[in-house]
């Protein structure tokens, strides 16, 4: 079995986030980056899947030449190879899942396993909007994944409760964060990473155009969160969240 | 923000690992394991199985075959589990009971001893110490006499960290009675050998997860194939393999402190007095700024120490004085650290009791700062 998992190199979600003054983003000094937390999930899946049923993991990521780094911690948990998009660009979910299109178009995996979304943009959109354009079936925010005989039964987590779906491979599942507990890269999986091959393309190699068709007008910090307050009792709690917050 | 170009992306990349491991699987379980006054033997075969005590050792004893620097990323992550003692513990099996083995072992003891202990199936220790000498290695007394192709030992060992639980102990003794530096040998005895006994575990005023035992040895026959390199050579082997074990304390003695330093000025970041942060006040500010440049003086002459030692070049002048400087540096920045607490300082919620407790180790484990001076004294031909 052939499973395509992704990575996204993300600034450090522990960070603070201080915005730019002209509002146009971000800073980005002194900032640190990592995998995308989500992601980690979507490998350990991965390389678990390899594991019970044979097969090759290749590892895709689109971003700066820097998220090699992030390639490369994928491969030491166990990814067999890896592929860069590289593009210093800030693509917007879309433009993402076309890139993607044209790498599965190329590599023809079984299946492929993602984030359910990047914790720098939350977004959750690309592994749904690559199911249209593969015209795959896809299931998100899984917390349980088994395959048998050309399909994926998938545990997922939705609002109120779980829902269990059965899809046909070749399929999409995004990964949740019950979903396993991601391993830590051995000291002898991450000098084998090294070795491990790794292939750098474009955007303009895969044919495909990444200006974005959503425009961010500009960031904005969210208000500052006022000081906590004690309350005397359970019922003071009620009445309060009921008459002062209105949120029950 | 600090940069130090030696370390690669794959450095990086075992740093993290290391270090995600420390905080997440260890440093949740550091008060009931400092109250059991010993941590569970699986942490060995965990970490085992992450390659973490096979970084500088070759492939084909089951390491990884990287260069000092691995070794440094490791050592200076470890103290992240918040707790000296389980990080001394590891480095006991990494570090300062086994390289010996690498370096002079023969094949089958390799085997026997070394591989398994990469692996984190055989705990090892160091059995230098006896109660009659700990500075003066030349001045043991227990004793290892050849009968036929065995030899007898006898004699009694103290402070040996891992010593009530460990399945071999690279171990120090006298085969001849008459030589005192001439005439000792290093030999790696199993546990499980007749005649061996563990006597108390030592109540100590620190590391309190680590287990540091009495040891004695009672006509313990062991055969000749485990005398390890030449009879007779052991106290240069001890010599020589102290090297790595000081500054592997070296440099997690300085990263532990840095991690008091680090909390510490959040602490006085955060903590008001008169209406200011602590660090409204100039004193602070100067005393942070003190404790930190002490730290990169310390952190800057270890990795001197560690490049010199990586390039295989003499490095005794240089680790024995990181390891002095460290010593003392640590418990005083550390000491310093507790003051800045107050009362948050002394107690043991806070986040300084414990390392300050464990640091007093640093100055006395592994060779004394005494003992640092007199080396290089005679280095320096004074
Ligand atoms: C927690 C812990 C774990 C340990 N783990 C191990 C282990 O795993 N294996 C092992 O073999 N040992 C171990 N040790 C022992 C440790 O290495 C010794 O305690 C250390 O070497 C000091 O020896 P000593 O205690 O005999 O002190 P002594 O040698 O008696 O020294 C007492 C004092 O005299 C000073 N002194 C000694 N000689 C001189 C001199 N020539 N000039 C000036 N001052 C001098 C010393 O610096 C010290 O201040 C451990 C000790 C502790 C506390």
Not at chain 1, 152 to 180: C, F, H, M, W
Not at chain 2, 91 to 98: G, R
Not at chain 2, 213 to 238: D, K, Q, T, W
Not at chain 2, 346 to 371: H, K, N, Q
Request: hydrophobic content about 40%; overall charge negative; glycine content about 10%.
């Amino acid at each position: 079995m052939k499973i395509l998992t992704t990575v996204k190199r993300v600034t450090d979600p522990d960070m603070k986030v201080r915005i730019q003054p002209d509002q146009s983003g971000i800073v980005t000094e002194g900032v640190e980056y990592k995998m995308n937390s989500f992601d980690e999930y979507g490998v350990e899946e991965a390389i678990t899947l390899k594991e019970a049923h044979g097969g090759e993991v290749v590892v895709v990521s689109i971003g700066p030449g820097a998220a090699t780094k992030e390639l490369r911690t994928a491969m030491a948990m166990g990814a067999d190879r890896a592929i860069l998009v590289e593009t210093d660009a800030d693509l917007d979910s879309d433009a993402v899942a076309r890139v993607l299109a044209e790498v599965v178009g190329r590599e023809e995996p079984d299946v492929i396993i993602m984030g359910k979304q990047a914790v720098d943009s939350d977004r959750s959109q690309t592994p749904q909007i690559l199911g249209s354009y593969l015209n795959w079936p896809q299931a998100t925010f899984a917390y349980k994944v088994e395959i048998e005989d050309g399909w994926a039964v998938v545990g997922r987590e939705v609002d109120g409760g779980t829902a269990t779906k059965r899809i046909k491979l070749p399929g999409i599942i995004s990964a949740d964060l019950r979903l396993n507990e991601p391993r830590y890269a051995s000291l002898p999986g991450i000098m084998k990473a090294k070795r491990k091959p790794l292939e750098t393309l474009t955007p303009d190699d895969l044919g495909v155009d990444i200006a974005p068709k959503v425009k961010v007008l500009n960031y904005e910090a969210p208000e500052e969160r006022g000081a906590g307050e004690m309350v005397d009792d359970v019922d003071d709690l009620i009445n309060r969240l009921k008459d002062e917050a209105r949120v029950i | 923000m600090k940069k130090y170009p030696q370390f690669t992306d794959e450095h990086e990349m075992y740093r993290k690992a290391v270090r995600d491991y420390c905080e997440k699987e260890l440093a949740p379980n550091a008060e009931e394991w400092e109250d059991n006054r010993l941590f569970p033997r699986e942490v060995f075969k965990n970490m085992g199985e992450l390659g973490f005590f096979g970084a500088r050792y070759p492939e084909d004893v089951g390491g990884s075959g990287g260069d000092t620097w691995y070794t440094a990323v490791y050592a200076e992550e470890l103290p992240r589990c918040k707790m000296a003692g389980l990080a001394m513990a590891m480095l006991v099996q990494s570090d300062m009971a086994t390289p010996i083995i690498n370096e002079i072992g023969s094949d089958e003891q390799k085997e026997e001893f070394l591989a398994p202990a990469i692996r984190g199936e055989k705990i090892a220790a160091l059995g230098v110490s006896e109660p009659g000498a700990g500075s003066d290695v030349a001045g043991i007394r227990t004793t290892a006499k050849k009968d036929g192709d065995d030899y007898i030992i006898n004699g009694q060992k103290t402070w040996i960290t891992n010593g009530s639980r460990a399945d071999f102990i690279t171990l120090a003794a006298r085969t001849d009675p008459d030589d005192r530096y001439g005439g000792i040998s290093l030999f790696l005895f199993p546990t499980d050998t007749p005649g061996f006994a563990v006597g108390n575990k030592l109540e100590k005023i620190g590391n309190h997860c680590s287990d540091t035992a009495e040891l004695f040895f009672e006509n313990c026959r062991v055969p000749s194939r485990y005398l390890l390199g030449h009879e007779g050579a052991g106290f240069y082997y001890i010599m020589q393999n102290f090297q790595g074990e000081r500054l592997v304390g070296a440099l997690t003695g300085t990263a532990g402190a840095q991690i008091v330093v680090d909390n510490t000025i959040k602490y006085c970041q955060e903590r008001e007095a008169f209406g200011r942060p602590l660090t409204g006040f100039q004193v602070t500010r100067h005393k942070i700024v003190d404790m930190e440049t002490r730290l990169e003086a310390c952190r800057t002459l270890s990795y001197h120490a560690t490049d010199l030692f990586d390039r295989g070049l003499p490095a005794q002048r240089e680790i024995s004085m990181a390891k002095l400087m460290v010593g003392e540096a640590a418990m005083e920045v550390i000491d310093q650290c507790l003051q800045l607490h107050g009362g948050m300082g002394y107690v043991e919620e806070g986040p300084v009791a414990r390392a300050w407790r464990d640091t007093r180790l640093l100055s006395i484990g592994g060779g004394t700062s005494e003992i640092m001076k007199e080396i290089l004294s005679k280095l320096m031909n004074l």
